[in-house]
């Protein structure tokens, strides 16, 4: 709808919503345009009446880290929804059981974990993202998934419905699974089990240095951008990506880092469409070479 109806429709939320609200600053890319509403929730009670009140007539979308985001430079026809602080709470449940908020930082999970000698959770140390990103693309790595610590998720529809799903009624698949894309996750509790701290500081400290020494790091990407694609064939997608493509290709400020061809970085102003033209081009020259489709691991946000 149009921004001075939707104005009027969410007036009791004014004082928490930002229309017209710069993106750029708020991805890992560091690429975007403006959003025709931003809605920072720090309440649930507050967020189910927002959604209530709007009855599912905007496009919505919740941003997390913004870590494995590509946003449009054109204005964005929606609202974006951004967790606050009471979302990003942890506690311990029955000695084994984290409950964590879905606006948690991964690594803050991780971090959590180990200072209450539960092991399992080390891998998400090397996760950039949030804990609701996580159970959204079932993020892992070093041979982990969110879901195998995953017990269930509290989550809220678009209605403004609250429900509890439990991890085994979800069907989860690499980096996917089959939860509906209206719900807004709020928390989820995970399952680790009794270790010692200094084993388990010891493995998330092997897990930093291994990513650190393979992966690029404080510069302007978006992490992973494509998914392996293991049911048809064993290599690695950033092997085919460097049989496939020149590793000097650009478009604008958007090219392939030098440390890992699976990570798409902006050098300086790149813009949506240049890093959306190389994402397409490599995906494009991959299959042309080796007659292998890769999917985006990336959520690409546009109109």
Same mark, same amino acid.
């Given at each position: 709808?149009?921004?001075?109806?939707?104005?009027?429709?969410?007036?009791k939320f004014e004082s928490k919503i930002i229309y017209n609200e710069d993106l750029k600053k708020k991805n890992w890319f560091n690429? /975007?345009?403006?959003?025709?509403? =931003?809605?920072?929730?720090?309440?649930?009670?507050?967020? *189910?009446? =927002?959604?209530?009140?709007?009855?599912?007539?905007?496009?919505?979308?919740? *941003? /997390?880290a913004g870590s494995n985001t590509l946003i449009t430079d054109e204005l964005f026809d929606g609202i974006i929804i951004k967790l606050g602080s009471n979302f990003n709470r942890l506690s311990i449940l029955n000695e084994n059981i984290i409950?964590? /908020?879905?606006?948690v930082f991964d690594k803050k999970l991780s971090d959590y974990a180990a200072e209450n000698n539960l092991t399992g959770f080390e891998f998400l140390s090397c996760i950039p993202g949030t804990v609701g990103g996580?159970?959204?693309?079932?993020?892992?790595?070093?041979?982990?998934?969110i879901k195998?610590?995953?017990?269930? *998720?509290?989550?809220v529809d678009n209605f403004g419905n609250v429900i509890t799903i439990p991890s085994n009624k979800i069907k989860f698949n690499y980096r996917g699974s089959d939860l509906p894309?209206?719900?807004?996750?709020?928390?989820? $509790?995970?399952?680790?089990?009794?270790g010692i701290k200094k084993n388990i500081r010891e493995k998330i400290l092997n897990f930093k240095k291994k990513k650190e020494k393979n992966q690029p790091s404080k510069i302007k990407t978006g992490g992973s951008t494509f998914k392996n694609p293991y049911k048809q064939t064993d290599k690695k997608v950033w092997e085919l990506i460097r049989?496939?493509? @020149? @590793?000097?290709?650009?478009?604008?400020?958007?090219?392939?880092?030098?440390?890992? $061809?699976?990570?798409?970085?902006n050098k300086?102003?790149?813009?949506?469409?240049?890093?959306?033209?190389?994402?397409? =081009?490599?995906?494009?020259?991959?299959?042309?070479?080796?007659?292998?489709s890769i999917e985006k691991e990336i959520k690409i946000l546009e109109n």
């Open positions: 709808m149009e921004t001075n109806k939707l104005k009027v429709l969410l007036k690429i /975007g345009g403006k959003t025709k509403a =931003f809605y920072k929730v720090n309440d649930l009670n507050d967020l *189910i009446l =927002f959604l209530k009140t709007l009855k599912n007539k905007e496009r919505l979308f919740i *941003i /997390g409950i964590s /908020g879905t606006a996580a159970i959204k693309m079932n993020a892992g790595c070093f041979n982990q998934e195998d610590i995953l017990v269930s *998720i509290q989550a894309d209206d719900l807004i996750f709020l928390s989820a $509790s995970f399952k680790g089990i009794k049989e496939s493509v @020149p @590793p000097d290709i650009s478009f604008g400020d958007a090219c392939i880092s030098e440390k890992h $061809s699976n990570f798409f970085v300086g102003n790149a813009k949506f469409n240049d890093m959306k033209k190389l994402i397409d =081009f490599v995906a494009e020259s991959v299959f042309k070479k080796t007659g292998i």
